[in-house]
């Protein structure tokens, strides 16, 4: 009979916490200076349809996390400057590591999400 090896058993919280040792994140204030000044970031909300349609952040792009690695292939540079946000900053840790996984060599979460961006006077559309 076959055995599989014994899996590494991980909370989510652990999965996250390893998540962030593995990724550079940014805050929402760096990020709007960042865009304020012209930089050309790729800011991408990788929250569920039903988040993004309450609102989000101004000129961010939608590819929630189940369809990011589809969505982000082809149409983002692997060189782009990518800063990925969720809600609180959990989610776009993990989509960060994914894009990393894929050669992106720019790519940061945003440290706090959505809520961040909003308490730092980010504009928000929707």
Known sequence: PHHWPR??????AQLIADAKTQITEVTA??????????????????????????GH??????MSRGTLESKVDGTVPRDADVVLYCAGGNRSALA???LQAMGYTRVRSMIGG??????????VEG
């Open 29 to 54: 204030q760096d990020t709007i200076a960042r865009l304020d000044a012209g930089a050309p970031i790729v800011l991408v909300d990788v929250r569920e349809d039903r988040e993004w349609n309450l």
């Open 96 to 98: 960060a590591v994914s």
């Open 7 to 12: 899996p590494i058993m991980k909370s989510a």
């Open 114 to 123: 959505f809520r961040a961006w909003v308490d730092a006077g980010g504009a």
């Open 57 to 62: 952040a101004a000129g961010a792009q939608h």
